[in-house]
């Protein structure tokens, strides 16, 4: 896929999938040698939480940031740090990605950790 297609694609889902402060966004990023995940507020435009391979506690954990072992970890923290902050449900935003490899392994993961979406 082209860049500019899955733009046109975020776009689509962005008019559909709304976060708010009791059902955040889990929005995925995910470039060449990193995935980042985060959960949006979108009604008061702010981030809530954050979790990246570019975190140390991930990145010593695994050979490579861009394999799906990463992606799992990286899952499990967004997860575990939800439920702390009280957020047990989500709405998923795959950013215009394909579900599938690395984005479908974060979401599991999460999903196994206890978020529902």
């Known amino acids: 896929m082209t860049q500019r297609s ?7 889902i962005r008019q559909k999938v709304k976060g708010t402060a009791e059902k955040p966004r889990l929005s995925v990023f995910r470039s060449n ?19 990246s391979t570019l975190e140390e506690a991930i990145a010593t ?27 047990q449900s989500v ?4 950013g215009g990605r394909i579900y599938h490899g690395r984005v479908k ?9 206890g978020l529902k979406f």
């Open 105 to 113: 392994s974060l979401a599991e993961a999460a999903r196994e950790e």
């Open 33 to 51: 040698n990193h995935i980042y995940a985060q959960l949006i507020d979108d009604v008061a435009g702010k981030t809530i939480l954050s979790s």
């Open 61 to 87: 954990k695994v050979e490579s940031t861009s394999t799906c072992n990463a992606s799992i970890l990286v899952g499990q923290l967004i997860a575990q740090r939800s439920l702390e902050a009280n957020i």
């Open 91 to 94: 709405v998923f935003d795959r």
């Open 6 to 12: 899955i733009d046109k694609v975020k776009r689509r």
